[in-house]
């Protein structure tokens, strides 16, 4: 049932969400499929739509947002535009409880860019990574730190600001995951100012597979050369002189070949309709659930891997299942039941959106009950 879904850390939903996409896609078909000159004016007219929906989301300055496939593509894209020799000899820092993409990145990177990757860990019996552990290791050998702003397997949300400024002090770059918040916490590329930020539509922003997006600072663009290039990535596309090659002025450097336009196009109607939605509202009926979410894991004895306060969380609630009910058998049992979760090993990840009713709520705290404690 729609009102006991719980998988807006996983894909975000909304109103009517199925009947916007078949639409948006069949607007498409019918426009790629005519035999006229219209095609690349509306596919690209729509993702500049998509893009500039995102810009309102991060308050980024025009021209310094981009579309990539996923996060970790453009991840990459921003690692290999750097200056020559910028990372080489220094440390790139993240931590243990970062989105393990981005740390397989890193770690196949390392030798060919010459920097040390080092991983801030867990603590001894921690589910996330500490922000003073963070701090302590983020020295002036640091040319890069990735911040995950709040965890997937946690939803533990660091401070940002404390982080940021340390990070200022230390001369590094700086960027963001902003993934598992994005469209549910306010959020400013400028408040603390970041160097980048990655991010997709996935999640709290209810889109579809594909619609990834880099920011970059405007301070920085004209020094990045990305190495994957095409004839997007230059001031006029349609500059066939091969000998002429220039990057253009701003984030569209990091365009490649023919852009993709479908996750985009695809992923718009959710941005249009979170566009229109009272931002406060929908947080405020996240935190009544998820405050009913901990107070249910209380009652049930089940630990809880999330932060109780409110300032260091996201929107989601992850409770420790016991050994005695493998958490495979847990999912399926509430699947049955029309109540949708997930689990990794044995951490239940429970995320209440704008679907996620009160009464839903109470449905799986009824069922979850009778699974645990028969």
């Not at 078909?29 to 989301?57: C, N, T």
């Not at 306010?186 to 990655?198: K, L, R, S």
Request: glycine share 8%; charged share 20%; with cysteine.
């Amino acid at each position: 049932m729609s009102d006991s879904y719980f998988l807006y850390h996983s894909i975000g939903m909304y109103p009517q969400k199925a009947r916007d996409l078949a639409a948006a896609l069949a607007e498409f078909s019918f426009v790629w499929g005519k035999p006229d000159d219209g095609q690349w004016a509306y596919a690209l007219g729509m993702r500049h739509r998509f893009i500039e929906r995102w810009r309102a989301i991060l308050n980024a300055p025009d021209q310094t947002v981009t579309t990539f496939e996923n996060v970790t593509a453009a991840f990459h894209s921003l690692l290999a535009s750097l200056p020559s020799g910028h990372l080489e000899g220094r440390t790139v820092l993240v931590g243990a409880d970062c989105f393990p993409s981005n740390h397989f990145l890193l770690n196949g990177m390392a030798q060919k860019y010459g920097f040390t990757l080092q991983t801030v860990p867990l603590r001894q019996g921690a589910a996330h990574v500490e922000d003073e552990d963070f701090i302590d290791a983020w020295t002036p050998r640091v040319g890069l730190a990735l911040l995950t702003w709040i965890s997937s397997t946690t939803s533990h949300r660091i401070n940002l600001q404390r982080m940021v400024a340390h990070g200022r002090k230390m001369g590094s770059l700086i960027g963001t995951d902003i993934t598992q918040g994005a469209g549910l916490l306010p959020y400013d590329v400028f408040a603390p100012e970041v160097d980048f930020t990655i991010s997709t539509s996935l999640k709290w922003m209810c889109g579809t597979p594909g619609a990834g997006v880099l920011y970059l600072s405007p301070r920085l663009i004209a020094h990045c050369h990305p190495e994957l290039r095409g004839w997007f990535s230059q001031p006029n596309p349609f500059n066939w002189d091969i000998t002429k090659f220039a990057y253009a002025p701003d984030i569209r450097r990091f365009d490649n070949g023919t852009p993709g336009v479908m996750a985009a196009l695809a992923s718009l109607p959710a941005l249009d309709w979170h566009a229109f939605q009272d931002k406060a509202a929908l947080l405020a009926h996240n935190r009544k659930l998820t405050k009913r979410l901990i107070e249910a894991g209380d009652e049930l004895g089940l630990p809880l891997v999330t932060p109780r306060s409110e300032t260091q969380r996201g929107g989601s609630v992850m409770l420790r299942l016991p050994e005695t009910h493998p958490a495979a058998q847990v999912v399926a049992a509430l699947r049955n039941q029309g109540i949708t979760t997930d689990a990794r090993a044995q951490t239940l990840r429970l995320s209440p959106g704008n679907l996620t009713t009160l009464s839903g709520t109470e449905r799986l705290i009824d069922a979850l009950g009778r699974i645990v404690r028969p």
